[in-house]
């Protein structure tokens, strides 16, 4: 008998469809892929809908209303593995900034009849909602660690992602520090680690699209900022971005304020 | 008993959105309806934050079309600096701009509308989806593949990332092209011209077998509106704006990107979170109008490219005498001819030496407080303004996004469908999948249009002839 293909369910909540999208980016996987397991829920290819339960619910979005919640509940039952990609899942996304902000201002603003629009106040993280087994980081992620975690659940072991921070990418790649030879303020030293220190590769310093990695010392950061002559509301915004809510982002965003 | 049909969410089609249909007493169809139900925030939250970080932040509004914010964020911020950007500059961002339409087109053709034409409307809804196409014809698909991959892989030399790269910037971009990149990229070229030549070849046949389907795929005059060189050309960066109506007649011409807010006004529904942008001279709802492949190709001159012009006039003559092409399900053509355009040009500009030159960023302060940044991304014309203080602090942002522009059309479009399979009681998988398929032919992004925070939850709504509400349904 053959054995039964792994089924795969992909949701999306608040995003831009970015991380959903970097699973069709691996096209010399996709063929591969699309043999070796059952793509059973992704709307961006497919109408189709096969019922759960499924062995690998990924998660990409940010929960933004009462129905999500609801929504991200009936899909954790379904799902014998749950993982958020990205920082819209991971962290509330972008979109969280609306978190500093009055939601109902926004809706008049952009909507003639605002009692119509149902929404939370804030962008929350999917993980404070319901357990999640594994979350995947970036905006957006990287597919190769995407296709890792995949391969780790599938195959029941560990997903080798790692931990440090962005700085260590720079030191892999030879790239010459842009804080201690530019003066120019940068996340890396509290970012982890996965695009491959990208921002710091066009001289200018990393903005932390991964969020926080294990144990950062955003207040070191800080301190070291001001001394690069950075006011409070440049080290305010630099972290409040697209990791803006994940926890030591945000107190450090909010000592700022 | 009247009632409504809800097809939610529409699959296929980049983001969430909602349709329902409205009929009468004997199953008549009245109306229907797009609903656009996510709502993300971006104009609002992005107010005091740094013109600098704008490019970065508009970007993750959409991670098909990523590339086309960043692009015309960096044209805003280059507007509020007050500077000509490097000419080398100007021809990467064009390059980049190409790769964009390379990859989205080919998304839209291959793996989101080739499958309901080559397996079918009615076969079976599991199958008909990428895998279905990769299960049946194998050759095609992985072409199709490797010809979005392409435009991808620019983005990536370019950007060193596919989505949401940081390589644009007011000024410029931040890093100079190289030989072996340049080299790498035009060894690409024959394979994708020839992939782009058998998608149009398909199409064509796809067009003779659903010669009966095809006059109700939105088959209306509207505006059309879109950039055009300073020569009439089709342009994709800057340009002008130019508007023709239904009828071929070019009604408006050369409008200052600037002065975009006098020509459009956008409106609002208690039942979509999209709004309706509408050509202002005409007002509300008449000034309808589309933009995307199908205004952009109608309403140009001629394609500064040989093989896609051959096929622009090709396309043209559909139109008849002095008459614009004015049914939507045309919007697959024309993208392909765009996809083929794209291809020649991308060539173009990797073959001009100029693109090698090191210096590809100008720098200054602000000098201005407010600019606009205009392009044509892959669904049509978008416009990023920005009002800053001294500091570059954002004091207001507006966004006008293709798919939005294309709001009034689709539900229009959307009706004619309805109106023509939906008899009766009898819904069968393959009207709901015609319906979705004709929102397809604009090929909508949902995550873009609806860059303004969260999701409405699913709501139906039942009104009589004189747009009374009779009932309504949340859930
Ligand atoms: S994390 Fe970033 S790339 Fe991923 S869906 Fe959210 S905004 Fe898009
Ligand atoms: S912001 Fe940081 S984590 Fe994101 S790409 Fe740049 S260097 Fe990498």
């Not at chain 2, 089609?13 to 797009?34: C, N, P, Q, S, W």
């Not at chain 2, 589309?290 to 040989?306: E, H, K, Q, S, W």
Request: net charge neutral; charged share 25%.
């Amino acid at each position: 008998m053959v054995p039964k293909k792994p089924k795969i369910a992909v949701f999306k909540f608040a995003s831009c469809d970015g991380c959903q999208l970097s699973l069709l980016d691996a096209e010399d996987e996709l063929l591969l892929v699309a043999g070796a397991v059952e793509i059973a829920n992704f709307l961006e290819a497919s109408r189709r809908v096969v019922k759960g339960p499924y062995d690998i619910g990924l998660v990409e979005g940010s929960i933004t209303t009462p129905h999500d919640v609801e929504r991200v509940r009936e899909i954790r039952k379904e799902c014998r593995v749950l993982i958020t990609i990205g920082a819209c899942a991971t962290a509330g996304g972008i979109q969280a900034l609306r978190n500093w902000k009055d939601v109902k201002e926004f809706t008049r603003i952009v909507y003639a009849s605002p009692e119509y629009i149902s929404t939370l106040d804030r962008s929350m993280p999917v993980g404070s909602y319901v357990h999640v087994d594994f979350e995947l980081r970036g905006c957006p992620i990287n597919k190769y660690q995407l296709l890792e975690v995949l391969n780790a659940f599938l195959n029941n072991r560990k997903p080798t992602i790692p931990t440090y921070s962005v700085c260590m990418e720079c030191k892999l790649k030879g790239t010459v520090c842009v804080m201690v030879a530019g003066g120019t303020p940068c996340l890396g030293p509290a970012t982890q680690a996965g695009c491959g220190a990208l921002c710091p590769s066009y001289a200018r310093g990393c903005y932390g699209c991964f969020g926080p990695m294990e144990n950062p010392n955003t207040s070191a950061l800080s301190r070291h900022f001001t001394e690069l002559g950075e006011s409070n509301l440049d080290i305010m915004l630099a972290f409040r971005g697209f990791n803006a809510y994940a926890e030591a982002f945000r107190k450090e965003s909010d000592a700022h304020e | 008993m009247s009632k409504t049909v809800t097809i939610a969410p529409v699959t296929r089609i980049e983001g969430h959105a909602k349709i329902t249909i409205h009929l009468d007493d004997k199953g008549t169809v009245t109306d229907a309806r797009f609903h656009v139900n996510e709502f993300r925030g971006f104009e609002k939250f992005c107010e005091g934050r740094l013109m600098w970080e704008m490019a970065g932040i508009t970007s993750r509004i959409c991670g098909i079309c990523p590339t086309s914010h960043l692009i015309t964020s960096a044209k805003a911020g280059d507007d509020i600096l007050a500077v000509a950007i490097p000419p080398t500059a100007e021809k990467l961002r064009r390059l980049i701009t190409l790769a964009q339409w390379i990859q989205s087109h080919a998304l839209s053709f291959f793996h989101l509308s080739s499958p309901d034409f080559l397996l079918g409307f009615d076969s079976d809804p599991a199958t008909r989806n990428i895998f279905g196409l990769i299960a049946k014809d194998k050759e095609f698909a992985r072409r199709g593949i490797r010809l979005r991959k392409f435009g991808q892989e620019i983005i990536e030399v370019l950007g060193s990332r596919r989505i949401h790269t940081p390589w644009a910037v007011a000024g410029g971009v931040r890093e100079p092209f190289e030989v072996s990149k340049r080299d790498y990229l035009l060894a690409w070229i024959p394979e994708a011209r020839e992939t782009a030549l058998l998608a149009l070849k398909t199409l064509k046949s796809i067009h003779e077998n659903f010669s009966t389907d095809i006059p109700n795929y939105g088959n209306f005059r509207s505006l059309f509106v879109g950039l055009v060189a300073p020569d009439g050309a089709l342009e994709y960066y800057d340009g002008t704006i130019r508007i023709m109506d239904g009828g071929g007649n070019i009604i408006a011409d050369k409008i200052d990107p600037h002065s975009y807010s006098d020509q459009f006004g956008e409106a609002t529904e208690d039942w979509s979170y999209l709004k309706f942008p509408y050509y202002k001279p005409l007002g509300y709802p008449q000034g309808m109008y589309r933009v995307g492949p199908l205004a952009r190709v109608n309403i140009c001159d001629y394609i500064d490219t040989p093989l896609a012009e051959e096929e622009r006039q090709i396309f043209k003559a559909m139109a008849g005498q002095a008459e614009a092409v004015n049914n939507s399900f045309y919007y697959h053509y024309a993208r392909l001819i765009e996809l083929l355009f794209a291809v020649e040009k991308a060539e173009a500009l990797l073959n001009d030496p100029e693109i090698l030159n090191p210096h590809v960023r100008s720098k200054a302060m602000i000098n201005r407080l407010m600019g606009i940044g205009v392009s044509e991304a892959p669904r049509g014309t978008l416009f990023h303004q920005y009002w800053v203080d001294e500091n570059g602090v954002l004091q207001k942002v507006n966004l006008i996004i293709a798919t939005a522009q294309n709001n009034l059309a689709m539900n229009r479009t959307v009706r004619q469908l309805a109106m023509r399979y939906i008899d009766g009681n009898k819904i069968t998988d393959g009207i709901l999948n015609r319906i979705e398929a004709g929102i397809r032919c604009f090929d909508p992004c949902l995550s873009c249009s609806t860059h303004a925070a969260g999701q409405m939850p699913l709501h139906v709504q039942l009104f009589d002839a004189d747009h009374r509400l009779l009932d309504e349904i949340r859930r």
